[in-house]
């Protein structure tokens, strides 16, 4: 399946050494093609474009998104910034 978009949080820092999350509200974004192969999973971290420039966000869950059907636009992922561990 070709998944073209992410949900996710955005991230405020860390408290000893743990990730300090915006939980409020979950985001979206669209993932471009070029990223498309590298196989973005949850628990990645990755910067994307947000209302107040490039941020950190930690990807929760990857969808396919009709943009056709829906007739929505979201921001775009910029880079992979930390792959989540292997389990």
Avoid: C
Wanted: glycine share 6%; aromatic share 6%; net charge positive.
């Amino acid at each position: 399946m070709n998944r073209n978009a992410i949900r996710g949080f955005h991230i405020l820092g860390t408290e000893n050494g743990n990730l300090k999350l915006n939980t409020n509200r979950e985001y979206r974004w669209h993932i471009p093609k070029y990223l498309r192969v590298n196989q973005i999973k949850p628990g990645d971290i990755v910067l994307a474009s947000t209302s107040r420039g490039k941020r950190p966000v930690l990807v929760i869950d990857i969808f396919q998104e009709e943009t056709k059907e829906r007739q929505k636009t979201y921001k775009q992922i910029i880079r992979v910034i930390e792959r989540a561990p292997e389990q």
